[in-house]
């Protein structure tokens, strides 16, 4: 099946600074990726939905400023939390989808943790 | 009203006990229909498509019902290795694809 490797698995950071996550489809083209927060025992909640090449859609509530979102090709996404907060310290999901397919393929997620 | 809703959870049930889990949808619109499973902290994984003519993996049986918008999963025999949470998730094609996840059933099975 296709695979999506995000990377890194976990950080730890410094509050202020500036943590980078990336998410690659390594088998298929990714037309299309998402980027999801998950707090502990809560669900997946969508934050932005990014095309190849066009910017990014953000759910409502969602800072686009603050969370810098960017597919510039078409394996490649990135997620950028910009002057890390403590309660910015979730896990952090991205999914990935093909053109004209309707699964979802899910990268291993990034546990940060803000000081 | 959620676009997708699930059972609260959790569910305590012991080895090899049969649970079952609903799942609703509110866009009769939907296209197609899954179940994720998901363990604490690691990402969801598909376990199973759902068709309206119902399909079985083993010990799961997803079964899908257009009219009723709804959409059920069955695990037999359960195992400990069940334990996680278990995700509905409706596929929209409005255009383009939109896949919208429910909030999730907790399920545990002990010893």
């Known amino acids: 099946g296709a695979v999506v490797s995000q990377h890194p698995s976990w950080v730890i950071c410094k509050s202020g600074t500036s943590v980078k996550i990336e998410c690659r489809s390594l088998?298929?083209?990714?037309?299309?990726m998402f980027w999801y927060r998950q707090f502990p025992k809560q669900s997946l909640m969508l934050m932005a939905t990014?095309?190849?090449?066009?910017?990014?859609?953000?759910e409502q509530g969602v800072e686009k400023d603050k969370f810098l979102i960017n597919h510039a090709s078409l394996t490649l996404s990135t997620l950028t939390v910009t002057s890390a907060h403590p309660e910015d310290s979730s896990f952090y999901i991205c999914?990935?989808?093909?053109?004209?397919?309707?699964?979802?393929?899910f990268g291993s997620g990034t546990q940060l943790s803000v000081l | 009203r959620k676009e997708v809703e699930q059972d609260p959870g959790p569910f305590n049930v012991p080895e090899g006990a049969t649970v079952a889990f609903n799942c609703t949808y509110s866009?009769?619109?939907?296209?197609?229909f899954f179940w994720y499973r998901q363990d604490c902290r690691k990402e969801p994984k598909l376990l199973m498509s759902v068709y309206s003519s119902g399909n079985e993996d083993g010990r799961f049986t997803a079964q899908l019902n257009r009219a009723s918008q709804y959409i059920s999963l069955l695990i037999r025999d359960s195992k400990l290795s069940d334990s996680a949470t278990y995700l509905c998730v409706v596929v929209l094609n409005t255009g383009g694809f939109k896949t919208i996840f429910g909030a999730g059933t907790r399920l545990f099975v002990k010893a």
């Open positions: 999914s990935a989808r093909g053109r004209g397919v309707e699964k979802l393929f």
């Open positions: 088998d298929f083209q990714a037309t299309t």
């Open positions: 990014s095309n190849e090449g066009s910017k990014a859609t953000y």
């Open positions: 866009n009769s619109a939907s296209q197609s």
